[in-house]
């Protein structure tokens, strides 16, 4: 039953998917329409089934080939460990097991950011928090006769972050209600507030970031040094590096066409805001590479 409303609610979301160009593409190193994660990636949720408590964890381990990820299953239930080695398709979305052909949806992520069909009364976006951060969701709703339930993914990563059922179900005669619960308590790849959210804040940057960052566009100083000066504005989280970006040392070279809208911003002709917003671009795209 559990199953079969999870799926209900994936399908809402996908086929108004489907039918606004599917999903766009995360700012980060995946492919559009897929499934972003990368090897080290975990998830870890906390279970409920009427009044017995389990852990389950996925840990993804290397690429089989460039669609498919091995993933690890753990599941500890009273005590019991079961273990399971899976294969994701990233494209398509679908696990099997490492032993076995027979395919299923995986719903713990969804292809990333998701897009909805807003005119869906059942899906609604709301602002939630994880692990302290703000983070922008979908959630998607469900009532039948004997069930109602309430599905959140995570807007930006196409995370299950909570789900909550409750169903009326026939025991030897006697009608029960039985509660299942699935909650996110952990994983690395949601590590700051949604990007809509963050830009609805006024961000604040140092004066000597931008002095920095005028002496850079004007060829006073070296690229290391403007790299620093961002380097600094992502250790105080008014930048961030998108999941999956790849950084290296900084003697990277920036291309030169990028000093034009930084000084630009030096001399206060775009905001704060749309200039940690470029630069946060041009790092998911590997324009310019910071290290981590």
């Not at 939630?128 to 309430?150: M, P, Q």
């Amino acid at each position: 039953m559990k199953t079969i409303i999870i799926l209900f609610a994936v399908c809402a979301i996908f086929f108004a998917s489907e039918a606004n160009n599917a999903f766009s593409q995360q700012a980060n190193t995946c492919q559009e329409h897929t499934i972003c994660v990368h090897p080290g990636d975990t998830l870890t949720y906390s279970m409920t089934l009427r009044d017995v408590n389990s852990t389950e964890n996925y840990n993804f381990k290397n690429m089989v080939d460039s669609d498919n990820i091995q993933v690890l299953q753990n599941q500890d239930e009273s005590n019991v460990k079961q273990n399971a080695t899976l294969i994701l398709d990233l494209k398509t979305g679908f696990i099997h097991t490492q032993n076995s052909t027979d395919q299923r949806p995986f719903l713990q992520i969804l292809p990333s950011p998701v897009d909805y069909n807003k005119s869906d009364t059942s899906i609604l976006p709301i602002t939630t928090e994880f692990n302290g951060h703000k983070r922008t969701a979908l959630a998607v709703f469900h009532s039948s006769e004997n069930t109602t339930s309430k599905i959140e993914y995570d807007l930006e990563t196409g995370i299950l972050l909570d789900e909550h059922f409750s169903s009326i179900i026939t025991i030897r005669g006697n009608p029960q209600i039985v509660n299942v619960a699935d909650r996110l308590t952990d994983t690395n790849i949601i590590n700051s507030d949604s990007q809509s959210i963050m830009n609805q804040s006024s961000t604040s940057i140092p004066k000597w970031v931008k002095t920095t960052a005028k002496s850079w566009s004007t060829g006073d100083i070296q690229d290391s040094e403007f790299i620093g000066a961002i380097q600094y504005l992502i250790s105080k989280g008014v930048m961030h590096v998108p999941h999956g970006a790849q950084g290296t040392n900084s003697s990277q070279s920036i291309p030169t066409w990028i000093k034009h809208s930084t000084g630009m911003w030096s001399n206060d002709q775009i905001t704060d805001n749309e200039f940690v917003q470029s630069i946060q671009w041009l790092i998911s795209k590997g324009i310019i590479q910071v290290g981590n």
